[in-house]
């Protein structure tokens, strides 16, 4: 392919995702700051202080289904220690539709009501930027935004690649923009300019965003051929008498600093409970869930382990991609970071579209002239 061919493959692609990559780019932006927003929208539900220990996860269980005896416990995010309140995903019983509330890990006091998984701003907003809204529409795929926005990563991708060898030459003067010349030039070299020092952070968040959103749509796609339709909780799926506290506290001796964040409760038949926690490495882009301690939801015994310190190349390198999307890893410094950043396919967009119109425009003009030319020659 030829650098003039590859040129109009990445103006057309470009307008094509011009507007998917408006909302995906904006709420992204915005979701780097989900916690901060949080804080500062549902003070009362997600912010906790941390004035004594964690009651035990045993105590805390029985608390919240005390509280909440319609819903059973699908899923446990633990996040006290960090100043946030715990969340909690339920299933409301004799239907398997999943809701979210929030949990004082230190009182056992349930701070929020439970509501649909989108219902807050900040998880609308979660939605619109991975699925585009375009999910469980009726008559449609049931998961058609999230192959959607797959596809979209993949085009940034592309974007981001073709923009680089298009322009490679521009590296010798990537900080340079000739404002005394006219508007279009101006543009250019803003386009050339944004694009060039945005591609490498654009790159990773298409690599990861697409990584994520296609897996998901495999995995739903195959849990529907599997299972057409997911299970209707009508009871709890693992023995009231099992005992989280000692899972939680006996997980370390699987894992070696093996510390619980998350808690996976069985939802089908058969499933076991899954501890997903962090551990000391010197890599900080590991995420927070990397390693896994499985127990048997009817006896509590264990049953295996998962170290993530102990896996290949490839498999901790995906592990990293939680991070690098969100853009977490370094504090407040990445998180601003990629929030400009994120922000650059909105100006590459709105400068490559001017960039576009005014050339079609002057070709538009040369024909114009050829044609008159030609009659009057």
């Not at 995702?17 to 009362?44: A, H």
């Not at 909690?88 to 239907?95: A, D, M, Q, R, S």
């Not at 926690?277 to 896994?292: A, E, F, R």
Request: hydrophobic share 40%; aromatic share 12%.
């Amino acid at each position: 392919m030829t650098k003039k061919q590859l040129f109009k493959l990445h103006s057309w692609v470009g307008l094509l995702c011009l507007l998917p990559f408006l909302l995906i780019c904006l709420t992204g932006s915005l979701l780097v700051f989900k916690t901060e927003i949080d804080r500062i929208l549902l003070p009362d539900e997600t912010v906790v202080f941390a004035s004594e220990e964690r009651m035990l996860e045993d105590d805390l269980l029985i608390a919240v289904r005390q509280q909440l005896p319609e819903y059973e416990l699908g899923s446990w995010e633990l996040l006290g220690n960090n100043g946030e309140a715990d969340r909690i995903y339920l299933i409301k019983k004799g239907t398997n539709i999943w809701f979210k509330a929030h949990l004082n890990p230190y009182t056992g006091k349930v701070l929020s009501t439970p509501e649909h998984l989108h219902h807050y701003l900040t998880d609308w907003l979660v939605e619109l930027h991975y699925t585009l809204l375009l999910n469980d529409i009726d008559g449609l795929d049931e998961h058609l935004g999230t192959a959607f926005t797959s596809i979209f990563a993949l085009f940034l991708i592309f974007l981001g690649i073709s923009g680089l060898v298009i322009y490679r030459q521009f590296w010798k003067r990537v900080l340079t923009l000739r404002w005394d010349q006219r508007l279009l030039v101006v543009l250019s070299d803003i386009h050339k300019m944004v694009g060039t020092l945005s591609s490498p952070v654009l790159l990773i968040l298409g690599v990861t965003g697409g990584y994520y959103n296609i897996s998901i749509y495999i995995h739903e796609w195959q849990e529907h051929q599997q299972r057409p339709e997911h299970h209707i909780m009508q009871k709890r799926l693992y023995v009231d008498d099992v005992s989280i506290t000692e899972m939680v506290v006996t997980a370390p001796d699987y894992v070696a600093g093996f510390k619980t964040t998350y808690i996976l409760f069985p939802t089908e038949p058969n499933q076991n409970i899954t501890l997903f926690g962090q551990v000391p490495t010197s890599n900080p882009l590991l995420s927070d869930y990397g390693s896994m301690v499985t127990f048997d939801s009817q006896t509590g015994q264990y049953l295996s382990r998962y170290d993530i310190r102990e896996q290949g190349f490839v498999t901790v390198m995906i592990d990293t991609f939680r991070k690098l999307h969100f853009g977490n890893f370094a504090g407040l410094a990445s998180k601003i970071i990629y929030s400009i950043v994120g922000l650059a396919p909105i100006l590459l967009g709105i400068t490559g579209l001017y960039l576009w119109y005014s050339r079609r425009r002057k070709r538009i003009k040369q024909r114009t002239k050829t044609k008159l030319a030609s009659l009057y020659s």
